[in-house]
């Protein structure tokens, strides 16, 4: 939700930071702008849509200076339009101010700043802040801001800067992500790594309740009270071209394909000598005995994750496991207790409703583990224990590789803790092991078919759109599978939705005839998971009623099975033979690749859905 970024050093700071946010629009692309120092006046662009337009003013009407912000927005308070579009001034123009978050009590904080003389002009949140600045400003801004932040409610990242201080940034946060880049002669502030990884990869984690400042040679971090806090930098192994598409058409093609490479890190770093390694866990073996349930925390691609999570987990450990999405977790009053491990699962680390969830489990005693891809994340930081994915940054709104990844990871928690419990004997624990070992090359098989522009799921795609323009818009996707692929059912359906706007449900397919089955005619295209497994004739008999009622069926199912072609099948696409067990982790990719070619059937922004952000950093 908005991405905001800050430079002051000796490089001119529009290509800096136009390139900054370029790396960051995955948080919010309905308008943009920066702010720039020159010669002793701010001056700023603000652009409604996309950061391109900025980009095109930025040629038309470039600015020069070495001191700047940048934000690109995802509206809450106020439309998408250019006077709502940050960066905010006060109303003498001495101040620029860019923010990602809410001010719960904005309006009462308005409403006082206007009695006493402030003028506002947009419908944004974020005014007060500059204005309150200006309040507070006695020549320092560094501690103006931390006299206007402490008034503050809500959850915040700033940055701003003051004209009459030329070279520094100033910068605040609470519960929104803030980090500080540090390079040779010149520093940065930025929502998130890879803004910054061009230039640097020491990086300082700002916490919540802390003020930063910047100039091109230094930075200081304080608290509210204006205590200074000494923190030293972290040096961040991403690299800049795992941020960039290199080659790909998308980012979620490319984070689709390198799948194989990150379950393939992910096993390498944590089997060792045929035992697994979670460094980080912070769970004693006396913590993981004691553990009587297990609750499984998280949204959207990462709550699916938890679902698979549940049937591995209960299947290997034999504690009972729950899984919910955290917005409701959050407001439920859910019983938990010392006894209990909570789980929570988020790419981003900064998803509100997690990080909430997590708070409310820690508040009743519960022991909290986070899975997490974002190093330092708010979730990674706040839980008892982490366990990192590693999979490096993930661009693309529409997950992927990060579900992978956190499949990956529950699998190998799930082994870790009962054979901890002594629920899995040496000898059945090496038997999964000499399997899990496998899917990395499993899955390259798998992506490798479809490494060619034609391929059998992007045909399908191209056969749906004509299938669907025919139908008068009327096709909808319905996707059904049983078991420990059911999850799978959710995240082909959620996937195809935010990239392509189709609608589209997941079942569990024995729910099938306790209702689903009623939208069976020539309109839902229904994608059936039916890969070899103890419910593949269940499957079957699924496929057989949706064609009797005249439905169009996409089965995924094992290459090899010559029974299935029997079934007058619409479509099939074909996975490598895999054990029921692993196969969620190798199921997903051809239901990703078919909404990703959907969606690019239709010409959409598939990187950008609209509507979304990719890290959901308010309620
Ligand atoms: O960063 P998180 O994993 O906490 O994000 C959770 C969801 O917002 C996220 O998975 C969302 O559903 C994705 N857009 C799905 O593709």
Known sequence: MCGIIGYTGKKQAEPILLEGLKRLEYRGYDSAGIA???????????????????????????????????????????????????????????????????????????????????????????????????????????????????????????????????????????????????????????????????????????????????????YRIINYKGKKILRKPTRIKWNISQAEKEGFKHFMLKEIFEQGKVTKNILEERIKKNSIHFEELALKNTDLKRIKNIAIVACGTAFHAGLTGQYVLESLTGIPVWVDTSSEFRYRNPIVGKETLAIFISQSGETADTLAALREAKRKGAKTLAICNVLASSIARESDGVVYTHAGPEIAVASTKAYTAQLTILYLLSMHIARKRSKLSEKDFNKLLLQFKKLPHILEKTLSKYRKEKNNIANYAKLFRE?????????????????????????????????????????????????????????????CIATKSAVYDKMISNIQEIKARGGIVIAVATEGDKSIRNQNINYIIEIPEISEFFSPIVVVVPLQLLAYYVAREFNYDIDQPRNLAKSVTVE
């Open 467 to 527: 299938y669907y323009l025919k139908m008068h818009h009327k096709s909808t996707f319905l996707y059904l599978a049983r078991n420990i692929n059911y999850p799978n059912a959710l995240e082909g359906a959620l996937k195809l939705k935010e990239i392509s706007y189709i609608s589209a449900e997941g079942y569990p397919a024995g729910e099938m005839k306790h209702g689903p089955i009623a939208l069976i005619d020539e309109n839902p295209w229904v994608v």
């Open 36 to 218: 720039i120092l020159k010669n002793g006046t701010i001056e700023v662009r603000k652009k409604q849509g996309k950061l391109h337009v900025l980009a095109d003013e930025l040629r038309r009407l470039p600015i020069e200076g070495i001191t700047g912000i940048g934000h690109v927005r995802w509206a809450t308070h106020g439309i998408p339009n250019e006077i709502n579009a940050h960066p905010h001034l006060d109303e003498k123009k001495k101040i620029a101010v860019v923010h990602n978050g809410i001010i719960e009590n904005y309006q009462a904080l308005k409403k006082k700043l206007i009695t006493e003389g402030h003028r506002f002009i947009s419908d944004t949140d974020t005014e007060v802040i500059p204005h309150l600045i200006e309040k507070f400003y006695k020549g320092n801004l560094t501690d103006a801001v931390r006299r206007a932040a402490s008034l503050l409610k809500g959850s915040y990242a700033i940055c701003c800067f003051h004209k009459n201080e030329p070279h520094k940034i100033v910068g605040a946060r609470c519960d929104s992500p803030l980090i500080i880049g540090l390079g040779k002669n010149e520093n940065f502030f930025a929502s998130d790594i890879p803004a910054i990884l061009n230039y640097t990869q020491n990086v300082v984690f700002i916490d919540n309740a802390e003020i930063a400042e910047i100039t091109p040679k230094s």
